[in-house]
């Protein structure tokens, strides 16, 4: 008993820092997250898009990865496009393509015409600001 007692402050004082611990172990380890803005639609562009996402994840492991498309961009990602399979097996791989709305209806393309899967917004650029102001890594190769 008399043990317990004259250690007592010790652990109190041990226990009082195992918060601060974890914190610090959550900040050492932070959630990478990158968003890529493409509106060229270039397949140069895009296969140099989806090298980068490979690189990013190489180098720093698991990657939250989102692709914004905007404006002409928007052809690489319709259904009979030549880049469809590389967006297909990015999007296996877990990375988001997000297609902006405002451009579809400006080149009237419907979901129909696009790729499986892929999500939408009303607005790329929005998305884009929505995003970065969340924390994401904002790339425009």
Request: charged share 20%; glycine share 6%; aromatic share 6%.
């Amino acid at each position: 008993m008399k043990f317990l007692k004259s250690t007592l402050p010790a652990w109190v004082a041990l226990l009082a820092l195992l918060p601060g611990l974890a914190l610090a172990q959550a900040v050492a380890l932070p959630n990478h997250r990158v968003v890529f803005q493409v509106n060229d639609e270039d397949s140069r562009k895009w296969n140099t898009v989806l090298a980068n996402i490979d690189n990013v994840q190489e180098e720093l492991g698991k990657v939250e990865v989102a692709v914004v498309v905007i404006g002409p961009a928007l052809g690489m990602l319709k259904a009979d496009a030549l880049t469809a399979n590389k967006v297909q097996d990015a999007m296996s791989a877990g990375v988001r393509f997000v297609a902006c709305g405002n451009s579809m209806q400006a080149q009237k393309l419907e979901k129909d015409d696009m790729i499986d899967k892929i999500e939408y917004t009303r607005a790329g650029y929005a998305e884009l600001m929505r995003l970065q102001q969340r924390g994401w890594a904002y790339l425009r190769p």
